[in-house]
């Protein structure tokens, strides 16, 4: 057989299996909506910890980290503390807080849980909520499918971008429309042996075949220029942009509604292990594919369309058997189905649970299957959107690199939701007000630091601290001069004392 079959075959096995998966959860879990959206709050910690894991890495980990690396060297990794360690933080205190206010109110939703928090009647904070969650997904969600079609154009010599998008598409949107939160979650722990795998065998088989680490090392130290040194631990700038990646962890709803969705809340504890476990070795070993990338193929040429984000297909490529780089391909499209399944879940909650049901039709009954109808719908039509837009991505990826449209979406979201989110859960003077403006200033600081300060000024800070910052700043001001609803602090209190 040709290598390009063997591939495939080892492909499509994989693509099978995630649609059995949907179709064995359609007929077992999705008959309401805390099923379809939460998994009916029945989820053990390994399941929990692996999916809140693998859907916040996505293709950036694979494609975008080992990027970087290939570009700056051993200075790249400032961003796995910033994530893990902010992760871990999250399983341990906000994730269970949440959890524990979400179901004593009966919250599905990320815009749920602030409008009950609020008591807010007119629904803006639902609405401005999510408004964000749809702009920002719809990006994010089009930057992974630009992603996912470069494994197929590599493959199979595809001169254009539709082909690979159509296939990723298709298989995400069959198993997300019919097994809802269980078929992804479900999905997202196989797809996290798969992401695991490859990124350890894959460095430590080319370590191994280049001499060993020393050979590494020393390809490395050579590198003595003040442009570029790969051993260095970089600026103040970059370590400060590494670390404070960590703060989108805390505002992105797809990570976040896997606290929500675990059985007993202490149970995160144990998530926490087991998630920062794996942060860990996937971090590690893509930072390691970018410095052997660099090792192998020297001048940026050398690589698959002269792209650094291909530093892992390329080396996947020249060193594994085909039907090993078809597990290879096969963790890139985990990476990618794995965070695109989640995002659309979460939009289709937004626009089914969150404006349909509690909005439009507030005031009347809505039937369980017409919600879940309406979802489903919902799912096909963002995801034909971002494959349109991600058809625009793939071909202006010389002026954004898929890293920077995932890091834009991810720190928006986290700058719009995070201060808010840690605010409501641990400030009982924080207000309606307050989080609307912290909402609105996240969006904004980080659209214009990205365009302006950025893009125009140049600037090196990156947009994840100063829109983080610039919103929790406008919810403790906003906060002080308004009035707290009444009723907030009981419930506030109450979810305190649930928790202890």
């Not at 069959?174 to 722990?189: C, H, K, S, W």
């Not at 894959?202 to 590198?223: C, N």
Request: charged share 15%.
């Amino acid at each position: 057989m040709s290598d390009q079959v063997l591939v495939l075959i080892t492909l499509s096995i994989y693509l099978g299996f995630m649609l059995g998966i949907g179709i064995w959860a359609a007929r077992v879990r999705t008959g309401n909506m805390v099923d379809f959206f939460l998994g009916g709050r029945k989820l053990n910690s390994l399941v929990v910890a692996l999916s809140a894991v693998v859907s916040g890495r996505s293709s950036w980990l694979i494609l975008g980290v080992s990027g970087a690396a290939y570009l700056k060297g051993i200075s790249a990794a400032w961003v796995l503390p910033g994530y893990i360690i902010m992760e871990l933080f999250l399983f341990l205190t906000i994730g269970k807080r949440l959890r524990y206010y979400t179901q004593s109110a009966d919250n599905i939703t990320i815009p749920d849980f602030f409008e009950s928090r609020y008591r807010d009647q007119s629904g803006l904070l639902r609405i401005v909520a999510v408004s964000i969650i749809v702009f920002f997904f719809t990006l994010y969600i089009s930057a992974q499918l630009s992603a996912g079609q470069r494994a197929f154009k590599m493959i199979f010599d595809f001169q254009d971008v539709l082909p690979g998008m159509i296939i990723i598409t298709f298989f995400v949107v069959i198993y997300t429309i019919l097994g809802g939160f269980t078929a992804v979650v479900l999905t997202d722990v196989i797809q996290a042996f798969f992401m695991l795998l490859s990124l350890v065998a894959l460095p430590i088989y080319v370590i191994f075949m280049k001499g060993g680490p020393g050979e590494l090392y020393s390809f490395l130290a050579s590198f003595g220029s003040p442009d570029i040194n790969m051993l260095a631990f970089g600026s103040l700038i970059s370590i400060v942009n590494g670390l404070s990646i960590g703060f989108g962890s805390v505002g992105n709803p797809h990570i976040l509604v896997r606290y929500m969705s675990i059985e007993k809340p202490r149970k995160l504890s144990k998530a926490a292990l087991i998630g920062t476990f794996w942060n860990v070795i996937m971090g590690w070993g893509a930072i390691f594919i970018g410095l052997l990338a660099r090792m192998e193929y020297p001048a940026l040429q050398q690589l698959f369309d002269a792209d650094r984000e291909c530093a892992f297909l390329s080396l996947a490529q020249d060193y594994f058997h085909p039907i090993l780089f078809g597990f290879a391909v096969s963790a890139l499209i985990a990476a990618i189905m794995s965070t695109v399944d989640s995002q659309l879940l979460v939009v289709s909650s937004g626009i089914a649970r969150d404006i349909y049901q509690k909005i439009i039709r507030r005031k009347d009954t809505v039937a369980e299957d017409k919600m879940i109808l309406i979802s489903r719908i919902t799912i096909f039509v963002v995801m034909m959107i971002a494959f349109f837009l991600g058809i625009f991505v793939s071909k202006h990826k010389a002026d954004w690199p898929i890293f920077t449209y995932v890091l834009l979406a991810w720190s928006g979201l986290g700058a719009a939701f995070g201060p808010a989110l840690i605010l409501s859960l641990y400030w009982k003077r924080t207000t309606g007000w307050g989080v609307l403006s912290g909402f609105i200033g996240g969006l904004a600081a980080t659209l214009i630091w990205k365009g302006l300060c950025n893009k125009t000024l140049h600037w090196q800070l990156a947009e994840y601290l100063p829109g983080f910052v610039f919103a929790t700043l406008c919810i403790i001001i906003v906060s002080l001069i308004t009035t707290v609803p009444d009723g907030a602090l009981a419930e506030f209190e109450k979810a305190k004392r649930r928790e202890k």
